[in-house]
């Protein structure tokens, strides 16, 4: 049986400000936050954070394994 992709969405809120408002550092910040949330929903349920990088779609697993996807 063929492994079925099933998105898990994050959804984020309670900002002080927009992120137009944001100085870099803020941004950074909230960016980390939020990749952090998602590593953690997705990898309580067993389920890889999906990324891109140089072109290419990754896979990072919950024990730490980064994997190129292929289609």
Do not use: C, N, T
């Not at 990088?53 to 697993?61: C, H, S």
Request: net charge positive; glycine share 8%; no cysteine.
């Amino acid at each position: 049986m063929p492994a079925q992709d099933i998105s898990i969405f994050l959804r984020y809120g309670g900002a002080e400000k927009s992120v137009f408002e944001m100085s870099k550092d803020e941004i950074e910040l909230a960016a980390a936050s939020i990749l952090r949330r998602a590593k953690e929903k997705a990898f309580s349920k067993g389920r890889p954070i999906i990324f891109g990088k140089d072109g290419k779609v990754y896979e990072e697993w919950p024990d730490g394994r980064i994997v190129e996807r292929h289609k």
